[in-house]
């Protein structure tokens, strides 16, 4: 059961985006082109709407880029109290339950995966050791996170179509540390119809499920078993991509939402600028090299996920959360309700945290690249003083320190399992003290 | 990934920040300033040139009649209409004349509501006059502006000169410009009542845009795009120079081209053109060859820093200023009338208007080369943002030196607490059991080297530490105790923070609570806001007070090194905002903020303590006014005088402050209010704080 703390967290997180939806914020967060992108923003929805009421197909358009199935869905979002902030505060509500769900079923996990690999651990790495004690906090921590997270407040006031991703995400890794393949895939599916990247998360999820279904320790990832297993949790994953997508031509009775939806994400042709890496580089491009580095860009965003699988077949939940973080950094359109996402979950390595290096810089360089933003953005468009370079430059040091974020929670979360199987202390052969090096 | 996994470099680096902090900001800051400075002499700056070539053909012969009688037979009428009423402004003249002329004319009504509607429901009515001629070789997508304000005769002053010079001139000028065959974009004349409302009333109608508290009538005919603007503020006079104006609302300039446009139309017309009347010495006007000597130096600094005195305070210096809101490249020529030196007749400035015309007619592409963001030194010189911005740079790395060295202080503290309590404990154990086998043993000659080590480390930590709180013992017992703030970290300053983000809203939003109760006390409008403005403040300075009230301890207990290397960092964060938006602000900002923020600690003297308090007051928002407020009322006869104008004229400045901010949506108040205050507040709860920690 959950402690009051956390109950006074959510009502209190609660309170600040209601508060805050009193003021202009939304109005101007709904124009901001770092918290909306042409795929999430509402206006988009709305015009979805009365396109449809028109009965005219919404994807005979350039604007609208929602799926079918949440165009007839998020039409339940006018029946909400408050109408569609009501809607996203709902949202946001589920977002933080799940997270409560996650740490406290995650707590449990950590845990028993010590337990059971604590025999091969070294001697010398006894103050390693996670305690329920020391990860009581961990729930509340996440949901104090996710109140004052900046970045999930401005999602929210912004009605960024995000949390519903978002969500699905949240839910399915919920269900992935409950064990429950079924709703997981599903979950993970609903996601994927979403925002088509969270495909390439079904590979932790499969790595997890062939994990958990063998008994005995040594597990070997290339036995017939391995790959029967692989292409089980594949298969329902189609399957409920397969229905979605179906559900969806029966809605429509056509396949043009593909184009609109899909085709939109991964042919880039919006260049509207945001904080990602694609929209300058293709501003500049020749028509005649498009494709190819559409191709490259695309490729950028998903190819990690094998090296990483590879490096953390072990360990499938930081591997999704890795991958999470790295599809948000280099995704067509990526906005801060996909920052808010990783942000909302980091609490749960906070175990790595003492072995990370570059907390204030990177902090300095996300608050700097947040801050700045919006001004470099006016003297561009507005004030028209500065020119697309300013705000491009701001935006790769966005990316910058997401990189550097990520890269120091891998190093650190690899410099903890080093310490765990060799000891806290490192001797050169000499009996000095060594320095372990990342290169 | 060298740069941020390679350890040995990092700690290389970490340990020269520990060790040479001070030098290190004091030496950054000076440079700063320094080389800031240094950049209006003349060999640091460059010259001057045109980027956009389409704009020099305009610069060929006049095509003006050489003796344009129109032009003075029009100054005298215009005279004489004038001195009939001299309250009232020549609407009807002017429409009458235009009309004439076969111009399509119309005029254009506003009213202006007062912002503090408790106050007074008083509403102002004004009414624009503009008359637009229609381009023969383009469908009016385009369009220049030629604006003049209108002034009636009794508000004439010295900085609001008269303008009926500019009135005849352009009536004459659009006589002769309509009989050209080579006009490819419109050019709008537009009269402007009360100065810059009016102008803004017009461009809100222009472009369909609405403000909270001018309300202006929609306008009967458009043309396309403006391009560019010129406002004319000439006397009927002849002038003895041309003084131009650039600074625009929130510190923003037009771009350089069309500044060097109007230099070089003047020069070639051999009249003497300044920026904020400082004129330079005619030997050096057509020359570049000069300006290396001290003297030299002299002037070009004071021409710089009149002009970023004007471009600090974030209020537009001219009409133009308003254009500048709607992406409108403009500037504003004043004549100025002396009794000395050359005088330069109507005509002359008939012919260098007809150029900047003419050039601007030939205009294929938006302005967009040149710069946007200078400063300068002389009409002929410019300082670009690549050469202020690396000193800017210097002068707030030295409170990001300071901010990061004490965060990393803060950690090595907490680190070694812990290391503290944890061997503590151990000391404990041992002995408890003496008799430890070898293997301890050597285990234990390892932590011991180890523990020397880090010891050593931190000595120097604490060495530094020490150095900074140099009146103070180091209280060692205290470590390791749970109750100690330092462990604490960031809980222990959160109230601090709330306290001074509650009281920047206060500061924000006070004048216009104090508003809706003031009627019941019958004060003047300006006394009501600085009085406001006083409470908040006297609340400000006494909330540490406050604070500590409740505690036994006579100090605030607060991680105070935590506390001001956020507000150093945040100040460093805020200023680089500000030098984006408007360098001179920044820079002003900076050159008294970042030495006092660097430098207070929290001490045990008293002396010592109230020296700090005195010199941060002297760096509040509230004080800077003041003193701006004197320099403006500079030569008085008598020190209470000036203490007295000065105190008159902060709070005119802060009046002023505020009704830009609330008619024309000018951030000076708010960066001063909702940034730059709740940031010093929080250095303010330093030197209360227990210098013990």
Known sequence: MASAGVYLLGIFSVIIRVVLMNTHLPKWLRSRNEVVTPITSWENVEEGFS?????????????????????????????????????????????????????????????????????????????????????????????????????????????????????????????????????????????SYQSLYPIVFIVPVALHFYKKSCKSPPVSYTTKESVYSFTETLSIFGLFLGLLGGFSFLAERSWDFVFSTYGFILSVPDLTPNIGVFWYFFTEMFEHFRTLFVCVFQLNAVIYTLPLAIKFTEKPFFLLYVLIFITSIFKSYPSYGDTALYFSLLPLWSHVFPYMRNTLVVGGMYICSVVLAPILYHLWIFAGSANANFYFAITLVYSTAQIFLVTDIVFAYLRREYDLYHGTEHLNPDGTKARIKLD | MGLLTNEHSRNRLVKLLLAHDNKLCCVSYIAGVVWFLALAYQPFNAGTYFSENALLPGLVESELPPMFVSALQIKDEIHSEMEKDKKKTPHAWIYKNFRE?????????????????????????GENVFSIL????????????????????????????????????????????????????????????????????????????????????????????IQAAVNLELPAQDVSYYNLLLEGLNG???????????????????????????????????????????????????????????????????????????????????GVVKKKGSHNDIITSARIVEGVFRSLNNLLERFHQSFFFYLLPATNRYVSIGMYMPAFGLMILASLI???????????????????????????????????????????????????????????????????????????????????????????????????????WMAHQGPELMMRIMPKFRIHTEDMVIYSMLAIFTAAVMYPKLMIRKSSNPNLMIDWRLLKSIALIGQTLALACVALLNISQAFFLAAFMVPVTCSVWPTKSRVMRWVQLIALVMVSMLFLMFVVGLIS????????????????????????????????????????????????????????ADPSF
């Open chain 1, 51 to 191: 396109l449809q009421s028109q009965l005219v197909s919404p994807y005979t358009g350039d604007l609208f880029h929602e799926t079918p199935l949440a165009l007839r869905s998020l039409k339940i979002a006018h029946y909400f109290p408050y109408r569609v902030s009501g809607f996203f505060l709902f949202i946001d509500v589920l977002v933080m339950v799940f997270l409560y769900k996650i740490a406290t079923a995650f707590v449990n996990y950590l845990l028993c995966n010590q337990e059971e690999e604590k025999k091969n651990y070294s001697l010398k790495a006894k103050s390693l050791i996670l305690t329920g004690n020391y990860l009581a906090w961990l729930p509340l921590t996440i949901v104090g996170v996710h109140a004052l997270n900046p970045f999930s407040i401005m999602t929210t006031l912004a009605a960024s179509t995000a949390a519903l991703t978002n969500l699905a995400v949240l839910i399915a890794f919920y269900n992935m540390i409950l064990g429950n393949r079924f709703l997981s895939t599903l979950f993970l599916a609903v996601a």
């Open chain 2, 101 to 125: 002329i076969g111009l399509e004319t119309y005029q254009q009504n506003f009213s202006l509501i007062y912002p503090f509607r408790s106050v007074t429901t008083q509403i102002v009515t």
């Open chain 2, 134 to 225: 229609r381009a023969r070789r383009a469908a009016s997508t385009e369009a220049l502006v030629l604006s003049i304000p209108l002034r009636p005769l009794i508000n004439v002053n010295k900085e609001r000169p008269a303008t009926h010079g500019g009135i005849a001139l352009a009536l004459a000028l659009a006589k002769e410009f309509k009989r050209k065959p080579y006009w490819s974009k419109d050019i709008i004349f537009l009269f402007s009542d009360f100065d810059e409302i009016g102008t803004l009333a017009w461009l809100d109608a222009y472009h369909k845009t609405e403000s909270e508290y001018i309300k202006a009538n929609d306008l009967p005919a458009r043309s396309g795009p």
């Open chain 2, 252 to 334: 923003q300039l037009p771009n350089l081209d069309l500044v060097n446009l109007v230099v070089r139309l003047c020069r070639r017309e051999r009249s003497q053109v300044a920026i904020h009347h400082s004129l330079e010495k005619r030997r050096h006007q057509y020359s570049d060859s000069h300006g290396e000597s001290w003297d030299d130096f002299k002037l070009s600094l004071s021409t710089m820093m009149r002009m970023m005195w004007y471009q600090a305070s974030g209020a537009p210096s001219g009409n133009h200023g308003m254009f500048h809101k709607y992406h409108i490249e403009a500037l504003t020529v004043q």
């Open chain 2, 402 to 504: 300071k901010g990061i060295t004490l965060w990393i202080v803060c950690g090595d503290l907490k680190e070694k607490r812990a290391l503290e309590a944890k061997k503590l404990k151990e000391e404990k154990e041992k002995s408890k059991d003496d008799k430890g086998d070898e293997k301890t043993d050597k285990k234990s000659e390892s932590e011991d080297k180890e523990k020397a080590e880090v010891e050593e480390v931190l000595t120097k930590v604490k060495e530094h530490v020490k150095e900074e709180s140099k009146d103070d013992e180091f209280d060692d017992d205290d470590e390791g105790d749970p109750n100690n703030p330092a462990n604490q970290g960031l809980i222990s300053i959160t109230p601090i923070i709330l306290v001074s983000l509650l009281l920047a």
């Open chain 2, 633 to 688: 009322a500079w030569p008085q006869t008598s020190t209470w005088d000036l203490i007295m104008k000065g105190y008159a004229n902060t709070k005119h400045l802060i009046f002023l402050g505020l009704m830009d901010a609330y008619l024309f949506n000018a951030w000076s108040e708010m960066i001063g209010s909702a940034i730059i205050f709740p940031l010093w507040l929080l250095f303010w709860a330093v030197p209360w």
